[in-house]
């Protein structure tokens, strides 16, 4: 029995085959993230604006993380000519929560074109947020030199292979993907098969009971082929994760919160903090949205939409800042 | 007899004249010299034009007008830009003919091709 608080968005992941009502509803608010926070092994997201009234105890559960994402930090274009500014919104949200989460989830494009300044913003600004641990995984635009040689000598976290890798904080484990290299043309995301046989091997041992976060960049599940919003090889990386009864899958990319759920697994994307993209085949082409200044915020607490596959139209829950 | 010279003659200028327009392909330099530079625009996440002509030795200017990075890659590992910001440039001459597929390396779904003569 999940309580309900005023303006709370809970997903309450039913797992006894009864038809699900919750959706789960990572609101971006501030463009900046969602509030995710384990209890019991079930994954709640709350909006970052409403967190102030959790009692805290309700609001820290057993696990409480915030995932940000598409910071762009470089970019300047009509969209947001200002993304440092929205990013340290962002921040000023993360720290103003009633308990401080135990870390931020960075899922990419954390620059715009890879530049060791544009590293060094991102990283000075999230400095001054509350949790002093970030785990990132990298964006197409994060691994545009030399396939990525400044992000891996930031951030790698494997002593060798790829900049993959996994971690666990009370009793969860995260694994972070990168399926933003070696794209081929024509294709979508890819992880790869070193990158898979890893993964199958890391989750081998791990018991059935065990909550299970993936995150990564592009959508690990097909959001709108077209704009090469999806995975090549991700059902691969699900089969490892079948066996576990609770899977969240975190990724960024698109530049707008959108879920859905596929058996015991939820997909969620998060919001950019820098500028939203147009819905899928809403617009001629994927690239940043521009809008009146005044609206940027209110489009930066973006639109959710679920998307399921040739069956319904595209369900719409707008969640606006300002 | 008369009338197999005045065929075969009538054969040898036609032929000639069709050499002096460049059939077939490549053989009248002097009337068919590759233009110094083609232009291919990006923009909105396209490249445009998406199949390219050209004669052996042109070189194309690739030119990013849309606000969002893009590369230009060959899918064959024959050429491969930089990250090319709005307004930046990209150039390669193309000295052997052939069909030459690339895409955009951020936005694999971007693919465009030049064919040589």
Redesign the interface.
């Known amino acids: 029995m999940v309580e309900k608080i005023k303006d709370e968005l809970l997903y309450d992941h039913n797992r006894d085959g009864i038809d699900r009502r919750g959706f789960l509803k990572c609101m971006a608010w501030a463009g900046t993230g969602a509030l995710c926070v384990f209890q019991g092994g079930v994954l709640k997201s709350y909006s970052l604006s409403q967190t102030s009234q959790l009692r805290p105890e309700k609001a820290a559960g057993e696990l409480s993380f915030v995932q940000i994402s598409d910071s762009h930090m470089g970019f300047n ?3 947001n000519p200002d993304v440092a500014r929205t990013l340290e919104a962002a921040v000023d949200k993360i720290s103003g929560l009633g308990t401080p989460p135990a870390f931020i989830l960075h899922t990419g494009d954390i620059t ?3 530049k060791p300044e544009e590293f060094d913003t991102v990283d000075q600004i999230l400095s001054r947020a509350t949790p002093k641990d970030v785990f990132f995984v990298p964006g ?2 994060d691994v ?1 030199d030399d396939e990525g040689k400044e992000y891996r000598k930031r951030y790698q976290k494997a002593s060798g292979g790829g900049s993959w890798y996994s971690f666990d904080s009370k009793g969860v484990h995260f694994i972070g993907l990168v399926n933003v290299l070696g ?6 995301g890819t992880l790869g098969p070193e990158q898979l046989e890893w993964m199958k091997k890391d989750v081998k041992h791990l018991k059935h009971s065990t909550p299970i976060v993936v995150f990564a960049h592009i959508p690990l599940w097909s959001v709108y082929p ?3 919003w999806g995975t090549e090889d991700s059902a691969q990386a699900l089969v490892y994760l079948k066996k576990f009864g609770s899977v969240t899958v975190l990724n960024g990319h698109i530049h707008q919160t959108m879920q859905k759920v596929e058996g015991h697994v939820t997909f969620h994307t998060a919001a950019s903090t820098a500028f939203p993209q147009p819905q899928p085949g809403q617009a ?5 949205m521009k809008v009146p200044a005044e609206q940027l915020k209110s489009l930066l607490g973006i639109t959710t939409v679920n998307y399921v596959r040739g069956q319904h139209a595209l369900a719409l829950v707008d969640s606006t800042l300002g | 007899m008369i009338g197999r010279r005045v065929s075969v003659a009538g054969l040898a200028v036609v032929v000639a004249i069709g050499l002096s327009l460049g059939w077939p392909c490549g053989t009248a330099k002097a009337q068919q010299e590759a233009p110094a530079r083609v232009e291919v625009k990006i923009d ?3 490249f445009g034009p998406g199949t390219l002509t050209v004669l052996v030795g042109t070189t194309v200017t690739w030119t990013n007008r ?4 893009h ?1 230009v ?1 060959s ?1 064959d590992g024959v050429f491969r830009s ?2 090319l ?2 307004d930046e440039t990209f150039s390669f001459t193309f000295r052997n003919t052939g069909t030459f ?3 955009c ?5 971007m ?1 465009g091709k030049v064919v040589v003569h």
Do not use: I
Request: proline content about 11%.
């Open positions: 274009k009509a969209a715009h074109l890879s197409e635009h545009l794209l081929k043309a024509g294709g979508l077209e704009w090469g001629d082409s994927p690239g940043p | 909105n996440f396209r849309d606000d969002m990075p590369t890659v899918a930089v990250v910001d709005t597929p690339y895409f390396s951020l936005h694999p779904k693919t």
